[in-house]
């Protein structure tokens, strides 16, 4: 009976002993480079995974408490992880702090948007952050100073290309362009790019893509041309990668034969996810000439979600599946993938630390 104890204890001090060697949940190492959102479909709130780049170790759930319902995009700025939850109608506010060698992450605040609104993007000019909200056929503008809503945007009204999608163009992607932000239409048909004057908070311009659904926007800062994808789920699901000047006058457009979602620009290329399979698309921004890239051989993953350039000039993007979710690291000079990270939910959006 007495050996039987000492065992006993002897076991227990060594689980305790082995569990406070590692991080502990909601934690990760303080090395840490790569944080990933994670979008489980339907109410499920999402979370972060983390991603040790150097070791090839991934980190999951290490947001204490999660994220709203249908989280769709993340930034980092500073210490503080602004969250778009789609599905909740919030701005969420999280502190990525070190301590000890360990990272942790909670939630200090949130922003609640108009009700109803379905915020879906955002984007930064100084000290406010705009985002679409998708029901609403407006942008909300935010104070992030204050962390407050201050006002709402609105846009150009067209009628919807099916009875499914709200009144007005749908506001999907935004990006910024000196002190333009730029909107696209993803529920007309055709779609739609709007510029807004960040100083005044009026619409500049507002013209038409040449295929329904307008999503995702990208720039280049070096020229000034404005990349926007198309889906065309309207027509012949033969999404587009259509080029504009700043001022909005299109360029050229690149069929690309797939529903297209994120785009970034990088290395003199466009980098365009496929939203109907494993597939990135690298376009030269120059001659307009496009590679196929196949990310995975996991038929789970149903589509690429975001698409991200690291500070290291590395191309990311994420992989979302149903039953978990990867995230590629991709080099631009061989448009390869380099490393498969198996993400434990669906990967939605990714954000670097180093």
């Not at 001090?13 to 480079?33: E, H, I, Q, R």
Request: charged share 15%; glycine share 12%; hydrophobic share 40%.
């Amino acid at each position: 009976m007495k050996k039987s104890f000492v065992v006993v204890i002897g076991l227990l001090f060594f689980l305790s002993w082995g569990l406070s060697c590692g991080p502990k949940p909601g934690t990760a190492p303080s090395g840490v480079d790569i944080l990933v959102l994670t979008s489980p479909a339907g109410t499920v709130p999402g979370n972060i995974s983390a991603i040790e780049t150097s070791t090839g170790t991934v980190y999951d759930d290490i947001l204490q408490g999660g994220t709203g319902e249908i989280p769709n995009e993340m930034h980092l700025r500073d210490s503080t992880l602004w969250i778009v939850n789609s599905a909740q109608g919030s701005v969420q506010l999280v502190d990525v702090t070190e301590n000890d060698g360990k990272l942790s992450l909670s939630t200090k605040g949130r922003i609640y948007l108009p009700s109803g609104s379905y915020p879906e993007y955002m984007a930064f000019l100084g000290n406010k952050a705009y985002v679409t909200l998708y029901q609403k056929n407006s942008v909300a503008m935010l104070d992030t100073i204050q962390n407050l809503y201050k006002e709402e945007i609105l846009l150009p009204s067209y009628v919807g290309c099916q009875p499914w999608y709200p009144p007005g163009i749908s506001p999907w992607g935004i990006a910024v362009s000196g002190t333009t932000i730029l909107v696209a239409g993803s529920g007309v048909s055709p779609g739609a790019l709007v510029g807004i004057d960040g100083n005044a908070g009026s619409i500049t311009f507002s013209i038409s893509t040449s295929r329904a659904n307008a999503g995702s926007i990208a720039v280049d800062q070096g020229s000034g041309r404005i990349f926007v994808t198309t889906s065309d789920f309207c027509g012949s699901m033969d999404g587009s990668l259509e080029v504009f000047s700043l001022l909005g006058q299109p360029i050229t457009v690149v069929s690309m034969g797939a529903p297209l979602g994120a785009v970034v620009v990088s290395s003199g290329k466009a980098y365009v996810g496929d939203l109907f399979g494993a597939k990135l698309y690298a376009v030269d921004i120059d001659t307009y000439s496009s590679k196929s890239i196949n990310l995975t051989e996991n038929t789970g993953i149903a589509f690429v979600s975001g698409v991200r350039v690291s500070p290291k000039g590395l191309v990311y993007a994420c992989g979302w599946g149903m039953e978990g979710g990867e995230a590629y690291e991709i080099d631009p000079t061989t448009d390869t993938v380099r490393k498969i990270y198996a993400i434990k939910g669906p990967a939605q959006d990714i954000s670097f630390r180093k």
